[in-house]
């Protein structure tokens, strides 16, 4: 079965401060696409970041990284120098060979001034 | 590029009310468009895949009757909440992909604001 575990309801950080957000994911498809997803209080999802199944190299996308580590099926997003507009729901998501695309229950992180 | 609109952000009507939200690809040919419902808090929970042309794909638990869904065209799906009650207000966001592969990202709309009184 597939599925995706966000096990942090809630992260609190500092702002400047980097932050990880845990991801762990389950498939037993060889290709597949992990992705993140910030939603703001408005409610809009905003795409992060992408890691593929196959990518040797950790994604990176200005103060976004993904660490993937396919072996322990972890793909967790560090957010460097923390701001206060990063406070945000955010998912981390996973899509195979089907149409759908799965979802985490979510962190809700919170930066402090 | 590849932007979903959604509209409209935010309804309030009366209970036995019928409400249609319309999502299109404004950029991009969607042959397939997703419908999620999110309660407070909560991650979001497909509802239905929307297949244009065709009939759409529920997911278990999902009443038909009660969420249709139409495709017609590539680039807009619609959401009708039949006879609305105050158990369906809640966050409904549709989301499109460019493209079928792995590596695609969902474009999701603004989402919608459902209130039922």
């Known amino acids: 079965a597939q599925k995706i575990t966000q096990t942090q309801p809630g992260m609190f950080v500092q702002e400047k401060e980097a932050v990880t957000l845990d991801c762990t994911y389950d498939?037993?498809?060889?290709?597949?696409?992990l992705f993140w997803y910030k939603q703001p209080s408005s409610g809009e999802m905003i795409f992060l970041i992408y890691?593929?199944?196959?990518?040797?190299q950790n994604a990176t996308e200005g103060r976004y990284s993904l660490n993937f580590q396919k072996a322990r099926k972890s793909a967790n997003l560090v957010i460097s120098a923390s701001q206060l507009g990063d406070s945000a729901m955010y998912f981390c998501?996973?899509?195979?060979?089907?149409?759908?695309?799965?979802f985490g229950a979510g962190t809700r992180l919170f930066v402090k001034a | 590029g590849a932007v979903v609109s959604q509209h409209p952000s935010w309804v309030i009507c009366k209970s036995g009310t019928s409400v249609k939200i319309e999502c299109r690809s404004l950029?991009?040919?969607?042959?397939?468009m997703f419908w999620y419902r999110q309660f407070p808090k909560q991650s979001l929970m497909l509802m239905a895949t929307?297949?244009?042309?065709?009939?759409?794909?529920?997911e278990q638990g999902v009443e038909k009757d009660k969420f249709l869904i139409n495709h017609a065209s590539l680039t807009l799906s619609t959401l009708t909440v039949t006879s609305a009650h105050p158990e369906d207000s809640s966050f409904y966001i549709c989301?499109?992909?460019?493209?079928?592969?792995?590596?695609?990202?969902?474009?999701f709309g603004d989402g919608t604001r459902l209130s039922i009184l």
């Open positions: 950029d991009f040919q969607a042959t397939t």
């Open positions: 998501a996973m899509h195979t060979g089907g149409f759908k695309t799965i």
């Open positions: 890691q593929g199944s196959y990518d040797q």
């Open positions: 498939t037993s498809d060889p290709s597949y696409g």
């Open positions: 929307s297949n244009e042309g065709s009939k759409a794909t529920y």
């Open positions: 989301s499109a992909r460019v493209t079928q592969g792995n590596n695609q990202p969902q474009h």
